[in-house]
Protein backbone atom coordinates (compact mmCIF):
# COMPACT_ATOMS: atom_id res chain seq x y z
CA UNK A 1 0.00 0.00 0.00
CA UNK A 2 2.87 2.77 0.94
CA UNK A 3 4.77 1.82 -2.43
CA UNK A 4 1.34 2.69 -4.21
CA UNK A 5 0.94 5.74 -2.35
CA UNK A 6 4.53 7.19 -2.64
CA UNK A 7 5.50 5.50 -5.84
CA UNK A 8 2.11 4.60 -8.38
CA UNK A 9 -0.67 7.10 -7.28
CA UNK A 10 1.65 10.26 -8.02
CA UNK A 11 2.14 8.98 -11.55
CA UNK A 12 -1.84 8.46 -11.90
CA UNK A 13 -2.69 11.59 -10.57
CA UNK A 14 -0.80 13.46 -13.21
CA UNK A 15 -3.78 11.91 -15.57
CA UNK A 16 -7.19 13.15 -16.30
CA UNK A 17 -9.05 10.82 -13.84
CA UNK A 18 -11.64 9.22 -16.08
CA UNK A 19 -8.85 8.20 -18.44
CA UNK A 20 -7.16 6.54 -15.34
CA UNK A 21 -9.85 5.05 -14.25
CA UNK A 22 -10.42 3.19 -18.10
CA UNK A 23 -6.48 2.40 -17.49
CA UNK A 24 -7.01 0.65 -14.41
CA UNK A 25 -10.09 -1.37 -15.57
CA UNK A 26 -8.31 -2.95 -18.37
CA UNK A 27 -5.21 -3.46 -16.70
CA UNK A 28 -6.98 -5.58 -14.63
CA UNK A 29 -8.68 -7.26 -17.20
CA UNK A 30 -5.90 -8.22 -18.55
CA UNK A 31 -4.66 -9.59 -15.14
CA UNK A 32 -7.76 -11.56 -13.94
CA UNK A 33 -8.35 -13.01 -17.58
CA UNK A 34 -5.14 -15.14 -16.78
CA UNK A 35 -4.21 -17.60 -14.27
CA UNK A 36 -1.01 -16.58 -13.40
CA UNK A 37 -2.39 -12.88 -13.27
CA UNK A 38 -4.90 -14.03 -10.54
CA UNK A 39 -2.33 -16.10 -8.58
CA UNK A 40 0.22 -12.78 -8.86
CA UNK A 41 -3.05 -10.63 -7.43
CA UNK A 42 -3.92 -13.09 -4.86
CA UNK A 43 -0.34 -13.06 -3.56
CA UNK A 44 0.37 -9.29 -3.43
CA UNK A 45 -3.34 -8.63 -1.71
CA UNK A 46 -4.98 -11.55 -0.46
CA UNK A 47 -6.03 -12.71 3.00
CA UNK A 48 -9.17 -14.58 4.39
CA UNK A 49 -9.16 -15.38 7.79
CA UNK A 50 -11.80 -17.53 9.76
CA UNK A 51 -13.58 -14.99 11.79
CA UNK A 52 -14.50 -12.83 8.81
CA UNK A 53 -16.84 -15.61 7.03
CA UNK A 54 -20.51 -15.18 7.14
CA UNK A 55 -23.51 -15.72 5.57
CA UNK A 56 -26.38 -13.58 4.66
CA UNK A 57 -29.41 -13.75 2.56
CA UNK A 58 -28.51 -17.94 1.91
CA UNK A 59 -24.70 -16.65 0.47
CA UNK A 60 -21.29 -17.51 2.07
CA UNK A 61 -19.31 -14.14 2.15
CA UNK A 62 -15.41 -15.11 3.31
CA UNK A 63 -15.02 -11.70 4.06
CA UNK A 64 -17.47 -8.31 4.35
CA UNK A 65 -15.73 -6.10 2.70
CA UNK A 66 -16.90 -5.43 -0.65
CA UNK A 67 -16.91 -3.46 -3.86
CA UNK A 68 -20.15 -1.07 -4.62
CA UNK A 69 -21.40 -0.30 -7.85
CA UNK A 70 -19.44 2.60 -10.32
CA UNK A 71 -16.12 0.80 -10.04
CA UNK A 72 -16.54 -1.37 -12.82
CA UNK A 73 -19.61 -0.66 -14.40
CA UNK A 74 -19.74 -2.94 -17.18
CA UNK A 75 -18.14 -6.24 -15.47
CA UNK A 76 -14.57 -5.76 -16.97
CA UNK A 77 -12.52 -6.70 -14.10
CA UNK A 78 -13.98 -9.02 -11.48
CA UNK A 79 -11.65 -11.71 -11.72
CA UNK A 80 -8.89 -9.48 -10.56
CA UNK A 81 -11.26 -7.38 -8.17
CA UNK A 82 -12.45 -10.91 -6.67
CA UNK A 83 -8.39 -11.65 -6.61
CA UNK A 84 -7.20 -8.70 -4.28
CA UNK A 85 -9.29 -9.94 -1.63
CA UNK A 86 -13.25 -8.33 -2.21
CA UNK A 87 -15.93 -10.48 -0.56
CA UNK A 88 -18.21 -9.46 -3.09
CA UNK A 89 -18.64 -7.28 -6.13
CA UNK A 90 -21.77 -4.83 -7.33
CA UNK A 91 -20.69 -4.51 -11.22
CA UNK A 92 -22.32 -1.75 -12.52
CA UNK A 93 -25.04 0.25 -12.47
CA UNK A 94 -26.47 -1.27 -15.69
CA UNK A 95 -29.77 0.13 -17.36
CA UNK A 96 -31.92 -1.56 -19.66
CA UNK A 97 -30.28 0.30 -22.90
CA UNK A 98 -26.93 1.23 -23.60
CA UNK A 99 -26.07 4.90 -22.41
CA UNK A 100 -23.21 6.90 -23.05
CA UNK A 101 -23.91 8.69 -19.34
CA UNK A 102 -23.59 12.55 -18.87
CA UNK A 103 -22.46 14.24 -22.26
CA UNK A 104 -20.31 17.28 -20.09
CA UNK A 105 -16.84 16.29 -19.78
CA UNK A 106 -14.76 16.47 -17.19
CA UNK A 107 -16.87 13.87 -15.52
CA UNK A 108 -14.68 12.87 -12.36
CA UNK A 109 -12.74 14.83 -9.93
CA UNK A 110 -9.94 14.73 -7.57
CA UNK A 111 -9.77 16.23 -4.22
CA UNK A 112 -6.96 15.26 -2.67
CA UNK A 113 -7.11 17.32 0.14
CA UNK A 114 -9.86 15.54 1.16
CA UNK A 115 -9.26 11.89 -0.08
CA UNK A 116 -12.57 12.17 -2.27
CA UNK A 117 -13.81 12.59 -5.44
CA UNK A 118 -16.56 14.09 -7.21
CA UNK A 119 -18.82 11.58 -9.46
CA UNK A 120 -20.46 13.31 -12.71
CA UNK A 121 -20.54 10.10 -14.84
CA UNK A 122 -24.18 10.01 -15.25
CA UNK A 123 -24.12 6.00 -15.44
CA UNK A 124 -22.42 5.14 -18.49
CA UNK A 125 -22.88 1.51 -19.44
CA UNK A 126 -23.27 -1.16 -22.58
CA UNK A 127 -26.41 -2.34 -21.56
CA UNK A 128 -27.55 -5.09 -19.58
CA UNK A 129 -27.72 -7.61 -22.48
CA UNK A 130 -24.03 -6.99 -23.42
CA UNK A 131 -23.33 -6.95 -20.24
CA UNK A 132 -24.77 -9.83 -19.16
CA UNK A 133 -23.41 -12.14 -21.91
CA UNK A 134 -19.87 -10.36 -20.33
CA UNK A 135 -20.72 -12.08 -17.58
CA UNK A 136 -22.44 -15.33 -18.98
CA UNK A 137 -19.04 -17.79 -18.62
CA UNK A 138 -17.80 -15.97 -15.54
CA UNK A 139 -17.55 -18.30 -12.33
CA UNK A 140 -16.26 -16.83 -9.06
CA UNK A 141 -15.63 -17.54 -5.62
CA UNK A 142 -17.12 -14.29 -3.97
CA UNK A 143 -20.56 -13.13 -4.63
CA UNK A 144 -21.88 -10.95 -7.49
CA UNK A 145 -24.19 -8.46 -8.06
CA UNK A 146 -25.79 -6.79 -10.21
CA UNK A 147 -27.16 -2.95 -10.16
CA UNK A 148 -29.33 -1.57 -12.18
CA UNK A 149 -30.56 1.66 -12.77
CA UNK A 150 -32.80 3.70 -15.38
CA UNK A 151 -31.39 4.46 -18.45
CA UNK A 152 -29.97 8.00 -18.19
CA UNK A 153 -32.00 10.15 -21.05
CA UNK A 154 -31.29 13.41 -19.16
CA UNK A 155 -34.59 13.97 -18.63
CA UNK A 156 -36.94 12.58 -15.91
CA UNK A 157 -39.04 9.01 -17.24
CA UNK A 158 -42.23 8.30 -15.85
CA UNK A 159 -42.86 6.08 -12.57
CA UNK A 160 -44.54 3.12 -14.59
CA UNK A 161 -41.54 3.13 -17.65
CA UNK A 162 -38.91 3.50 -14.52
CA UNK A 163 -40.47 -0.07 -12.93
CA UNK A 164 -41.07 -1.14 -16.41
CA UNK A 165 -37.23 -1.08 -17.53
CA UNK A 166 -35.65 -1.94 -13.83
CA UNK A 167 -38.13 -5.33 -14.34
CA UNK A 168 -37.06 -5.86 -17.46
CA UNK A 169 -33.51 -5.31 -16.37
CA UNK A 170 -33.61 -7.55 -13.68
CA UNK A 171 -35.30 -10.43 -15.23
CA UNK A 172 -31.81 -10.69 -17.36
CA UNK A 173 -29.24 -9.71 -14.48
CA UNK A 174 -31.06 -12.62 -12.44
CA UNK A 175 -29.49 -14.99 -14.75
CA UNK A 176 -25.86 -14.41 -14.45
CA UNK A 177 -25.56 -12.48 -10.85
CA UNK A 178 -26.39 -13.81 -7.20
CA UNK A 179 -28.32 -10.67 -6.29
CA UNK A 180 -29.32 -7.58 -7.76
CA UNK A 181 -29.11 -4.49 -6.39
CA UNK A 182 -31.92 -1.68 -7.52
CA UNK A 183 -30.14 1.87 -7.61
CA UNK A 184 -32.54 4.01 -6.45
CA UNK A 185 -31.19 7.44 -6.12
CA UNK A 186 -28.69 7.78 -8.50
CA UNK A 187 -27.14 11.39 -7.93
CA UNK A 188 -26.55 12.28 -11.51
CA UNK A 189 -28.57 10.63 -13.91
CA UNK A 190 -32.35 10.92 -14.70
CA UNK A 191 -33.17 14.34 -13.64
CA UNK A 192 -31.50 14.10 -10.56
CA UNK A 193 -34.51 12.76 -9.03
CA UNK A 194 -35.84 9.67 -7.86
CA UNK A 195 -39.72 8.43 -7.81
CA UNK A 196 -38.97 6.02 -5.09
CA UNK A 197 -38.48 8.47 -2.12
CA UNK A 198 -42.11 8.39 -2.02
CA UNK A 199 -43.34 5.11 -0.28
CA UNK A 200 -46.03 4.01 -2.82
CA UNK A 201 -44.12 4.37 -6.01
CA UNK A 202 -41.74 2.45 -3.83
CA UNK A 203 -43.95 -0.45 -3.16
CA UNK A 204 -45.05 -0.40 -6.90
CA UNK A 205 -42.14 -1.20 -8.02
CA UNK A 206 -41.72 -3.94 -5.75
CA UNK A 207 -44.99 -5.27 -6.29
CA UNK A 208 -43.45 -5.34 -10.19
CA UNK A 209 -40.64 -6.87 -9.60
CA UNK A 210 -41.95 -10.53 -7.49
CA UNK A 211 -42.67 -11.42 -11.38
CA UNK A 212 -38.76 -12.36 -11.94
CA UNK A 213 -37.32 -12.06 -8.16
CA UNK A 214 -40.15 -13.79 -5.69
CA UNK A 215 -37.23 -16.25 -4.76
CA UNK A 216 -34.65 -14.00 -5.48
CA UNK A 217 -32.35 -11.88 -3.35
CA UNK A 218 -32.59 -7.89 -4.10
CA UNK A 219 -30.51 -5.19 -2.25
CA UNK A 220 -32.06 -1.72 -2.22
CA UNK A 221 -29.31 1.42 -2.84
CA UNK A 222 -31.31 4.25 -1.70
CA UNK A 223 -30.89 8.15 -0.13
CA UNK A 224 -32.30 7.77 3.23
CA UNK A 225 -34.75 10.53 4.37
CA UNK A 226 -34.37 13.91 6.51
CA UNK A 227 -36.04 12.76 9.06
CA UNK A 228 -35.61 9.49 10.85
CA UNK A 229 -39.83 9.51 11.13
CA UNK A 230 -40.17 8.95 7.84
CA UNK A 231 -37.74 5.37 7.84
CA UNK A 232 -40.88 3.68 9.47
CA UNK A 233 -43.12 4.56 6.60
CA UNK A 234 -40.57 2.93 3.99
CA UNK A 235 -39.72 -0.01 6.02
CA UNK A 236 -43.84 -0.86 5.91
CA UNK A 237 -43.46 -0.44 2.05
CA UNK A 238 -40.36 -2.95 2.10
CA UNK A 239 -41.81 -5.60 4.39
CA UNK A 240 -44.55 -7.58 1.89
CA UNK A 241 -42.17 -8.44 0.27
CA UNK A 242 -39.32 -10.98 1.40
CA UNK A 243 -36.90 -11.18 -1.74
CA UNK A 244 -35.54 -7.46 -0.38
CA UNK A 245 -32.61 -8.89 1.93
CA UNK A 246 -30.78 -5.53 2.84
CA UNK A 247 -30.54 -1.74 2.48
CA UNK A 248 -27.45 0.26 1.07
CA UNK A 249 -27.51 4.34 0.95
CA UNK A 250 -25.74 6.88 -0.84
CA UNK A 251 -25.44 10.10 1.21
CA UNK A 252 -25.56 13.70 1.10
CA UNK A 253 -25.21 15.10 4.02
CA UNK A 254 -26.43 18.88 4.80
CA UNK A 255 -23.18 19.91 6.45
CA UNK A 256 -21.02 18.40 3.64
CA UNK A 257 -19.12 22.21 2.56
CA UNK A 258 -18.73 22.70 6.08
CA UNK A 259 -16.83 19.47 6.64
CA UNK A 260 -14.72 19.56 2.99
CA UNK A 261 -10.83 21.44 3.21
CA UNK A 262 -10.78 21.80 -0.80
CA UNK A 263 -11.29 25.44 -1.49
CA UNK A 264 -14.70 26.43 -2.56
CA UNK A 265 -12.73 28.13 -5.86
CA UNK A 266 -11.72 24.52 -6.63
CA UNK A 267 -15.20 23.28 -6.03
CA UNK A 268 -17.21 25.54 -8.12
CA UNK A 269 -15.61 23.75 -11.14
CA UNK A 270 -16.66 20.33 -10.42
CA UNK A 271 -19.80 18.75 -10.61
CA UNK A 272 -21.83 15.84 -9.52
CA UNK A 273 -21.91 13.67 -6.14
CA UNK A 274 -19.38 13.92 -3.51
CA UNK A 275 -17.55 10.20 -2.27
CA UNK A 276 -15.15 10.22 0.58
CA UNK A 277 -14.44 10.53 3.85
CA UNK A 278 -16.74 13.56 4.96
CA UNK A 279 -19.68 11.35 3.96
CA UNK A 280 -18.87 8.88 7.04
CA UNK A 281 -20.27 10.32 9.72
CA UNK A 282 -23.86 10.75 7.92
CA UNK A 283 -22.96 7.27 7.01
CA UNK A 284 -22.74 6.15 10.35
CA UNK A 285 -25.44 7.74 11.22
CA UNK A 286 -28.11 6.42 8.87
CA UNK A 287 -26.82 2.63 9.91
CA UNK A 288 -27.52 3.82 13.57
CA UNK A 289 -30.50 4.85 12.86
CA UNK A 290 -31.93 2.34 10.24
CA UNK A 291 -30.82 -0.73 12.37
CA UNK A 292 -32.92 -0.16 15.50
CA UNK A 293 -35.82 -0.29 13.00
CA UNK A 294 -34.90 -2.74 10.77
CA UNK A 295 -36.64 -6.46 11.49
CA UNK A 296 -33.20 -7.95 11.96
CA UNK A 297 -34.27 -11.77 11.33
CA UNK A 298 -34.49 -10.61 7.54
CA UNK A 299 -33.17 -7.53 6.31
CA UNK A 300 -29.41 -6.64 6.52
CA UNK A 301 -27.84 -3.08 6.71
CA UNK A 302 -24.58 -2.17 4.05
CA UNK A 303 -21.79 0.45 5.35
CA UNK A 304 -21.22 2.72 1.88
CA UNK A 305 -19.33 5.84 2.72
CA UNK A 306 -16.20 6.96 3.01
CA UNK A 307 -14.45 3.66 4.87
CA UNK A 308 -10.77 3.89 4.21
CA UNK A 309 -9.47 1.86 7.43
CA UNK A 310 -10.14 -1.43 9.55
CA UNK A 311 -11.58 1.18 12.08
CA UNK A 312 -13.82 2.72 9.55
CA UNK A 313 -15.76 -0.47 8.91
CA UNK A 314 -15.70 -1.34 12.17
CA UNK A 315 -17.62 1.37 13.68
CA UNK A 316 -19.96 0.89 10.99
CA UNK A 317 -20.41 -2.94 11.97
CA UNK A 318 -20.66 -2.10 15.49
CA UNK A 319 -23.30 -0.26 14.46
CA UNK A 320 -25.49 -2.55 12.57
CA UNK A 321 -24.01 -2.80 9.03
CA UNK A 322 -23.55 -6.42 7.96
CA UNK A 323 -21.65 -5.69 5.28
CA UNK A 324 -19.31 -2.75 4.66
CA UNK A 325 -18.44 -1.40 0.60
CA UNK A 326 -15.01 0.68 0.00
CA UNK A 327 -15.06 2.75 -3.30
CA UNK A 328 -12.82 5.93 -2.81
CA UNK A 329 -10.29 4.68 -0.37
CA UNK A 330 -8.92 2.36 -3.74
CA UNK A 331 -8.15 5.24 -5.14
CA UNK A 332 -6.48 7.03 -2.38
CA UNK A 333 -4.87 3.64 -1.25
CA UNK A 334 -4.43 1.30 -3.86
CA UNK A 335 -5.83 -1.93 -3.84
CA UNK A 336 -3.78 -3.30 -0.83
CA UNK A 337 -5.78 -1.15 1.00
CA UNK A 338 -8.69 -4.31 1.14
CA UNK A 339 -6.42 -6.80 2.57
CA UNK A 340 -5.17 -3.96 5.45
CA UNK A 341 -9.12 -3.44 6.11
CA UNK A 342 -9.36 -7.26 6.56
CA UNK A 343 -6.32 -7.81 8.90
CA UNK A 344 -7.59 -4.92 11.02
CA UNK A 345 -10.86 -6.32 11.44
CA UNK A 346 -9.87 -9.60 12.71
CA UNK A 347 -6.95 -7.61 14.89
CA UNK A 348 -10.43 -5.74 16.33
CA UNK A 349 -12.40 -8.82 17.05
CA UNK A 350 -9.54 -10.18 18.93
CA UNK A 351 -9.37 -7.48 20.59
CA UNK A 352 -13.00 -7.13 21.60
CA UNK A 353 -12.81 -11.33 22.25
CA UNK A 354 -15.62 -11.66 19.56
CA UNK A 355 -14.86 -14.80 17.31
CA UNK A 356 -16.79 -13.74 14.20
CA UNK A 357 -18.08 -10.26 12.55
CA UNK A 358 -21.41 -11.39 12.71
CA UNK A 359 -21.23 -11.41 16.22
CA UNK A 360 -20.03 -7.83 16.65
CA UNK A 361 -23.03 -6.27 14.07
CA UNK A 362 -24.97 -4.02 15.95
CA UNK A 363 -23.42 -4.55 19.74
CA UNK A 364 -23.08 -0.89 19.73
CA UNK A 365 -26.93 -0.35 18.80
CA UNK A 366 -28.80 -2.47 21.15
CA UNK A 367 -32.01 -0.64 21.07
CA UNK A 368 -35.44 -2.10 20.84
CA UNK A 369 -36.02 -2.92 17.04
CA UNK A 370 -39.93 -2.35 15.35
CA UNK A 371 -42.86 -4.37 16.43
CA UNK A 372 -44.56 -6.88 14.14
Not at 159 to 167: F, P
Not at 328 to 348: F, M, N, Q, S, W
Request: with cysteine; hydrophobic share 45%; net charge positive.
Amino acid sequence: MHVYQRLLRPLLFRFDPEYVHRLVLRAGQMAGSIAPGRAALQSLHGYEHASLRTQLAGLNFANPVGLPAGFDKNGIAPQALAAIGFGLIDIGSVSLLPSAGNPLRPRLFRLPADDGIMVYYGVPNDGIECVARRLATLRLQVPLGLSLVETNTGVPASVDSVIAELVAAARVARKVSDYRVLNLNCPNSGGGFSHFDDPAHLRALLQAMQEVEREGRVFLRMSPPRDPALIDTLLDAIDPFPFVKGIGFYMFPADLATRLKTPLVARERMRGSFSGPANRVATEEAIRQWYARIDRSRLVLIGVGGIFSAEDAYRSIRLGASLVQVYTALIYRGPGVVGEIKRGLVRLLARDGLASVAEAVGVDCPQGRREY
